[in-house]
């Protein structure tokens, strides 16, 4: 009888093991699906504001039909928000407004806070007049 003990007791560890281990690749699967999540959902406010920026008449600090005033640095990014940083992630231009019209673009990358596969999570979003394509890139 003692053997038939042990042995239980042995296979309950093991069981209870692979329990707790997938549980943890559970959760960390979930946190990194969260923070792609929001991250796309902040990427889609900021386009959102590009698209504003873009229609906005110059002589009110719009673009005038132009994303040419969204620079790739931190003075382009103020123009669509005042806060680069926040809970999910930092967020930049990393293509630069350009052209006039249909042909205008502007890119912004969105860097966040959890880890996959060594890397940051992270998402793009490109800006046209009249559409925008949000994309994982990690």
Do not use: C
Request: aromatic letters at 8%.
């Amino acid at each position: 009888m003692g053997q038939q003990q042990l042995l239980l007791i042995i296979l309950s560890v093991i069981v209870l093991g692979i329990a707790v281990a997938v549980g943890i690749t559970m959760f960390s699967d979930s946190s990194i699906n969260v923070n792609r999540d929001a991250l796309t959902n902040d990427l889609a406010a900021l386009a959102s504001r590009a698209h504003q920026y873009f229609r906005r008449p110059s002589y009110l600090t719009g673009g005038g039909n132009s994303f040419a005033g969204l620079t790739a640095d931190a003075a382009g990014l103020r123009k669509l928000t005042n806060k680069p940083t926040n809970e999910n992630g930092t967020y930049s231009i990393v293509i630069a407004g350009s052209g006039f019209g249909p042909a205008a673009t502007v890119e912004i990358l969105g860097v966040g806070t959890e880890q996959f596969a060594g890397a940051a999570v992270s998402a793009r979003v490109r800006v046209y007049p009249d559409r925008d394509s949000v994309w994982i890139v990690n």
